[in-house]
């Protein structure tokens, strides 16, 4: 794939420009403790599966982001529980659905109290879409 495709429908970036690079590099700077608790457990890939943080996809940054298998994975504190910020991930959430990409959600107290449950539930995720890709 060349480098400018990355960003046209259908790219890993699927049409971030500059400044959501910049404020994913921010956001990789200054991952919360969650976050980095996961990034640990991922960075390697689960079943040779690669996964990136705080990546760029249009005007959102995705927490965690599979591209092979359109897979984001956000982590998700208590100010994701104030009205503003539910109103803004569901519409993040539908622009990332609307490219064909599947959602799952974790609480920062799930990361720190079911961590194993977590990794068990990703395994299973990352699992089922290769299968499908198989079969495909």
Known sequence: ??????????GMFEGANH?????AKQLRKEMTD?????WVHLKSGIQNIKFRRQHPI???VADFFCHKLKLIIEVDGSIHDLKEIKIYDEEREKYFIGLGYKII???NTQVYNQL???LAEI???V?????KQIIN
């Open 1 to 10: 794939m060349n480098e400018k495709s990355l960003y046209k429908n259908r």
């Open 19 to 23: 400044l959501v690079f910049g404020f």
């Open 34 to 38: 969650t976050e980095k608790i996961l």
């Open 58 to 60: 249009g005007l959102y």
């Open 105 to 107: 959600r974790f609480s």
């Open 116 to 118: 194993e449950f977590i």
């Open 123 to 125: 395994n299973s995720i």
């Open 127 to 131: 699992e089922t879409e290769l299968h």
